[in-house]
C-alpha cells in the first residue's frame, strides 16, 4: 500500500455515488430516514461549503459531538473534504475526562447537539480554544450557528472540491476509551484511514452493494467508504450490552444485513436471546467482533444462527492500531478456543497482510531506537509490537506518551508497543496473554491474566473470571475475581469455589492461587462492555482482604 500522494479519505464515498448513486448509503429505521450515496455525498459537499464559510477549513481540529445520526454521516465526511480535522470522543468517559480530552486536543470548533452545548457551557469544555461553534438539532439559543442554518445558505448544486490531503496529512484524533488509564489522541492521518478501508475490504472480502449492521458509531462511519449500507439500530451505543436483542435482530433480517460488527458484551446477549427463541440470520455472511476476546461458548452459541457458509471474525488491534491480526470462528471452535481453556491464552490468528508483528522482551520503560535483535523466539511471552500503515505514528500532546509507546525503527516510521503481551506459535499465529500492565508478579512466578482466566472460565456456573495481584511488583498476591453466570446462586459459592480450587490445581500457572472472591457485576470500560477494569477490581479485592 502507497499512500504517498494525494489522499483525501472522503474520496471513497464520492466514487461509490458514481458507482451506486442510488443505493441507500445509511438507514435508521426508527428515524424512517434513508439517504442514497448520491445523496450523502451532495450533503456533505453542501456542509463542507457551509464550514468554510464559518471558518471550518483545512487544518481545523474540530470536536464532533453528534450521536449516530444522517448529520453524523454528513459531517464527518464534510470535516474530511474539507480537510478539516475532526476530533472524536466517546461521550461515555465522563465529563471530567471529556474536559481534560478536549483541553488536550485544543480545538478551534464544536459541532455538537444541543446537550453537548449546555454542558460545554456549564463545565467549560474548551474555554480557551473553541472559537467557532454549530448546533445540530437546535437553534443558536444554544451559542452557536445552526447547522440547518449553515447547510440553508448553501442552496447549489456545485461539487465542494476536496482538501488535496495527502497521506501523511492529519486527518482526525481519536481518542482511546481510557481502559488502562486515562483517554489519549491518537494521530491519524488520510493515510492511517486509508489503509484500514483497503485491509478491511481485503481482509474479509467486502463488496459495494452489501449491508452492515454496525452496533458501534466509529466503525459505522467506514461502512459507506466500502460501498455498504449501513443499518443504523436503535440501542444505547454507550451500552452494548444492555441492548434489547430484538433492535439488533429486527433489523438485521428486515435489511438482509450481510455484515455485523458487535462487541463481545453484544454477541453474548443477543446470541443468548437467539438461541431461546430459535432466531436465524440466514443472510448474514460475517460477524466482526472486537474490543475484548470473545470466549469460545459465546462464538458458537452466536454461530448457530448465520447460514453454513457465515463465520465470526475477532480481529485484533487497538484504536492506536488496526486490525492487526484477525481469526474466524471455525478455527477457534475447531482448535484454539480448546486450548484457551487449557491455559494457552487467546489466539487472535495471523498479522493481516500490510501489518508486521514482533514480540519484544517486557519492559515498562521506554525503548528509543528499534533493533531487530528485540524480537524473542516463537513461544516465548512478551510484549507485542506491530508497524505498518493504519499504526498511527503519535499521541496528539503527549510526547511522554508517544516516547513510552512508539519506537523510532532506523529505517523509517516507528513500531508501536501494543501495551499487552503475548507469544508467536510455530504456525506463525499469535496468542494474547493480556494486557503488560495487569500481569501479576509474585516473589517466585509472573502469572498473565488471560492463560490464567480461560482455566477458571471453564466452569458451566462461571461467567467471567479476572485475575489481580495485591501488593508491590515482585511480592504480589494474586486475587482471582470471580462474576458468576446469573443462574448460579448465592448457596452455590462455596462450592463453586472448592471447584475452581481443584481446577486451578491441574495446572503449573493457576496452582498457587491461594484467593477467590466472588463480584455480582464486574466494572467494565463504556466503549465495549468488554474490557474488565481489574484495577478497580484489584481495590475492591484489596478491600475484602483486609
Known amino acids: 500500500m502507497n499512500f504517498s500522494g494525494i489522499v ?42 457551509g464550514l468554510g464559510r464559518i471558518g471550518i477549513r ?69 474555554r ?55 483517554p489519549k489522541g491518537a494521530v491519524y492521518t488520510h493515510g ?28 459505522a462511519l467506514f461502512a459507506p467508504a466500502l460501498g455498504m449500507t449501513a443499518v443504523i ?28 460488527f458487535g462487541s463481545p458484551a453484544l454477541l453474548n446477549r443477543v446470541g443468548r436471546y437467539a438461541a431461546t427463541h430459535a432466531v436465524t440470520l440466514p443472510n448474514l455472511k460475517r460477524v466482526i467482533s472486537a474490543g475484548a476476546p470473545v470466549p469460545a461458548s459465546v462464538l458458537a452459541r452466536f454461530a448457530a444462527m448465520l447460514p453454513a457458509d457465515g463465520e465470526i471474525f475477532t480481529p485484533y488491534g487497538a484504536t492506536e492500531a488496526l486490525p492487526v491480526s484477525s481469526i474466524g470462528s471455525r478455527e477457534v471452535l475447531a482448535e484454539t478456543g480448546d486450548m484457551t481453556g487449557k491455559g494457552h491464552g487467546v489466539c487472535v490468528g495471523r498479522p493481516v497482510k500490510s501489518i508486521t508483528i514482533a514480540i519484544i522482551p517486557i519492559t515498562d520503560s521506554p525503548i528509543d531506537i528499534w533493533s531487530d535483535d528485540l524480537a524473542l523466539p516463537i513461544l516465548e511471552v512478551g510484549e507485542i509490537t506491530v508497524r505498518g500503515p493504519q499504526v498511527s505514528t503519535s499521541y496528539l500532546n503527549r510526547p511522554e506518551a508517544t516516547r513510552m509507546a512508539k519506537i523510532p525503527d532506523p529505517a523509517g516510521g516507528v513500531w508501536h508497543r501494543m501495551g499487552d503481551v503475548g507469544y508467536r506459535d510455530s504456525t506463525g499465529r499469535i496468542w494474547f496473554c493480556g494486557r503488560k500492565a495487569h500481569r501479576v508478579v509474585t516473589s ?59 481446577l486451578g490445581s491441574r495446572y503449573p500457572h493457576t496452582r498457587d492461587i491461594r484467593e477467590i472472591l466472588f463480584h455480582p457485576a464486574f466494572p467494565v470500560d463504556i466503549r465495549h462492555n468488554a474490557k474488565i477494569f481489574r484495577e478497580k477490581l484489584a481495590a475492591w479485592a484489596g478491600e475484602k482482604l483486609s
Open 8 to 49: 483525501n479519505i472522503s474520496r471513497p464515498l464520492t466514487e461509490m455515488a458514481v458507482l451506486q448513486p442510488d443505493t441507500p448509503a445509511i438507514i435508521f429505521p426508527q428515524k424512517q430516514r434513508t439517504l442514497s450515496f448520491r445523496e450523502l455525498d451532495e450533503e456533505s459537499d453542501h456542509i463542507a461549503h
Open 58 to 126: 483545512r487544518g481545523t481540529k474540530t470536536a464532533l459531538l453528534v450521536p449516530p445520526s444522517p448529520e453524523l454521516f454528513a459531517l464527518t465526511f464534510a470535516l474530511f473534504k474539507a480537510g478539516a480535522v475532526p476530533v472524536f470522543i466517546d461521550p461515555g468517559i465522563g465529563a471530567k475526562n471529556m474536559k481534560g480530552c478536549l483541553a488536550e486536543a485544543e480545538p478551534e470548533a464544536f459541532i455538537g447537539i444541543p446537550k453537548a452545548h449546555l454542558a460545554r457551557r456549564l463545565l467549560g469544555w474548551g
Open 128 to 182: 480557551g480554544s473553541i472559537r467557532i461553534r454549530v448546533v445540530v438539532g437546535g437553534g443558536s439559543l444554544w451559542g452557536g450557528v445552526p447547522l440547518t442554518e449553515m447547510r440553508r445558505a448553501e442552496r447549489g448544486d456545485h461539487p465542494f472540491i476536496p482538501a488535496d490531503t495527502r497521506g501523511d496529512d492529519l486527518a482526525a484524533i481519536l481518542f482511546t476509551s481510557g481502559s488502562t488509564g486515562p
Open 192 to 219: 492511517t484511514f486509508a489503509a484500514q478501508v483497503d485491509t478491511l475490504r481485503e481482509l474479509y472480502d467486502i463488496r459495494p452493494g452489501e449491508v452492515d449492521l454496525p452496533t458501534f458509531p466509529l466503525l
Open 233 to 260: 439500530p436503535q440501542m444505547d451505543f454507550t451500552r452494548p450490552g444492555t441492548v434489547d436483542p430484538r433492535q439488533s435482530l429486527g433489523p438485521a433480517a428486515r435489511f438482509s444485513a450481510t455484515t455485523m
Open 444 to 502: 517466585h512466578a509472573t502469572l498473565y491474566t488471560i492463560p490464567v482466566e480461560g482455566i477458571f472460565n471453564t466452569h458451566a456456573k462461571v461467567f467471567r473470571t479476572a485475575l489481580v495481584g495485591l501488593g508491590p511488583l515482585g511480592s504480589q498476591q494474586p486475587v482471582l475475581c470471580v462474576e458468576l453466570e446469573a443462574t448460579a446462586g448465592k448457596v452455590e459459592q462455596d462450592l463453586i469455589r472448592t471447584e475452581l480450587f481443584e
